[in-house]
T-cell receptor, first 119, second 113 residues
Framework: AQKITQTQPGMFVQEKEAVTLDCTYDTSDQSYGLFWYKQPSSGEMIFLIY??????QNATEGRYSLNFQKARKSANLVISASQLGDSAMYFC????????????????FGQGTTLQVKP | EPEVTQTPSHQVTQMGQEVILRCVPISNHLYFYWYRQILGQKVEFLVS????????KSEIFDDQFSVERPDGSNFTLKIRSTKLEDSAMYFC???????????FGEGSWLTVV
């Protein structure tokens, strides 16, 4: 079974509008972390935002926010006021077992969503 | 802002040759990783390294691969006897702790011909 599922292979959004990128996850751990990374066409992997499973508030970082619904096991990324530079591949990732001392910190990635921002 | 740096950015190698990909993690980080991304596919975990030893490795990380931290700053991935299917982007990453954010380098494109 997939641990991280991103059901949208590609998305379009008009410049200056908001867009939501979906991510659902599967884990039996109580302590885990959810990450979003941006990968532009140049290839680098840029950290955007992090949500811990015990965090009560949804994470926000500038124009990025994470809509964390623990019961539904979803961690959708919301980008507000889209810009042309937001066009990229976006990956959702999970780190399980954060509560354990033996945790190695490994991330499991979803398949990614390609976002294109239209002028 | 500190960053993870990787060299080379792109390497072309003949099948069967050995390749070493180099990384300088962020200086106060203690956990180091290598990930692989075959073109158009998702990012796959290869190996994690902590306290001068491998802490976890995936099934991809077989005897063909090895990692080393030869000094206090570098972290290398060696691929012996490269195969065509080793062609991919290889990312080095690091984090301060196993619960902290993992930061990635810009990647090393490996093309095996």
């Amino acid at each position: 079974a997939q641990k991280i599922t991103q059901t949208q292979p590609g998305m379009f959004v008009q410049e200056k509008e908001a867009v939501t990128l979906d991510c659902t996850y599967d884990t039996s751990d109580q302590s885990y972390g959810l990450f979003w990374y941006k990968q532009p066409s140049s290839g680098e992997m840029i950290f955007l935002i992090y949500q811990g499973s015990y965090d009560e508030q949804n994470a926000t970082e500038g124009r990025y926010s994470l809509n964390f619904q623990k019961a539904r096991k979803s961690a959708n990324l919301v980008i507000s006021a889209s810009q042309l530079g937001d066009s990229a591949m976006y990956f959702c990732a999970m780190r399980e077992g954060q509560g354990g001392s033996s945790n190695t910190g490994k991330l499991i990635f979803g398949q990614g969503t390609t976002l294109q921002v239209k002028p | 802002e500190p960053e993870v740096t990787q060299t080379p950015s792109h390497q072309v190698t003949q099948m069967g040759q050995e390749v070493i990909l180099r990384c300088v993690p962020i200086s106060n980080h203690l956990y180091f990783y290598w990930y692989r991304q075959i073109l158009g596919q998702k990012v796959e975990f290869l190996v994690s390294f902590y306290n001068n030893e491998i802490s976890e490795k995936s099934e991809i990380f077989d005897d063909q691969f090895s990692v080393e931290r030869p000094d206090g700053s570098n972290f290398t991935l060696k691929i012996r006897s490269t195969k065509l299917e080793d062609s991919a982007m290889y990312f080095c990453a690091s984090s301060r702790g196993h619960r902290n954010t993992i930061y990635f380098g810009e990647g090393s494109w490996l093309t095996v011909v």
